[in-house]
C-alpha cells in the first residue's frame, strides 16, 4: 500500500539529471561555437563553460569568452561590424577613449589615429605617428600596403548561432529528462 511520496529525493534526483543534461548542452554549445570561429582564431582558447544553480531554483549553463577578440568575431570589425541594433556594446565603443573620433560612427571605416597616444581596443595604451590620420586604413590593407589586420572583418555571430543551431537539441535534451524521469520510484509504501 501507498503511504506517500518522498518528494525530497524526487527532486534532489532530478535536478542531478538535469544537470548532467545540461552540462553535457553546454558542451555541445561550447564545440559548436568553437567550430563558428573563423576571423580570429586565438578566441578558441578563451571560450569556456560553467554550470551553475541560481538560487536553488535553475540550473544554468553558461558559455563565454574572457577575451577582447571575441567581441570582434561576434560583431565583426571595421566597416562590416553589426550595428547598434545587433551589437549591444557599440554605443559604449563609440562614446569609450578606444574609439578612433576620426571614423564615422554610420560608415565605421577604420581610418588612422591622429599623432599621440591612444588605449586600442584590447586595452592597452599605444602611440601612433599620425601618419595615417584619417587615412582609410581598410583600403590600403586591402591593397596590400599595409598590414591586412587593419581589414574589416564580417561578423560571425557564433555565440547567438552556436545557440540556435542547436537550439531543438537542447529543448529535446530537457524535455526527456523531465519526461522519461523515474517518478515512480519515489512513492513510498507502508
Not at 544553480?53 to 577582447?68: L, P, Q, R, S, T
Request: charged residues 25%; contains cysteine; glycine residues 8%.
Amino acid at each position: 500500500m501507498l503511504s506517500g511520496y518522498d518528494t525530497a529525493k524526487a527532486t534532489a534526483a532530478l535536478e542531478r539529471a538535469l544537470e548532467t543534461e545540461i552540462r553535457g548542452l553546454t558542451a555541445l554549445v561550447l564545440q559548436t561555437a568553437k567550430s563558428n570561429i573563423r576571423y580570429y582564431p586565438e578566441v578558441r582558447n578563451h571560450l569556456n563553460a560553467q554550470l551553475f544553480v541560481v538560487a536553488n531554483k535553475m540550473i544554468c549553463g553558461e558559455v563565454m569568452a574572457d577575451y577582447w577578440q571575441a567581441w570582434l568575431e561576434q560583431f565583426g570589425k571595421g566597416s562590416l561590424m553589426a550595428g547598434t541594433n545587433e551589437n549591444p556594446g557599440l554605443v559604449k565603443y563609440f562614446n569609450s577613449d578606444s574609439w578612433n573620433r576620426l571614423r564615422s560612427r554610420s560608415s565605421r571605416v577604420v581610418l588612422g589615429r591622429p599623432k599621440g597616444n591612444y588605449r586600442s581596443i584590447d586595452g592597452k595604451i599605444r602611440r601612433s605617428g599620425g601618419g595615417y590620420a584619417g587615412v582609410d586604413l581598410e583600403e590600403l590593407a586591402e591593397r596590400g600596403d599595409i598590414d591586412p589586420k587593419f581589414g574589416p572583418t564580417p561578423p560571425t555571430f557564433f555565440l547567438r548561432v552556436a545557440l540556435q543551431s542547436n537550439r531543438n537539441r537542447i529543448l529535446q535534451g530537457i524535455a526527456s529528462v523531465i519526461e522519461e524521469f523515474p517518478y515512480h520510484k519515489y512513492f513510498t509504501a507502508r
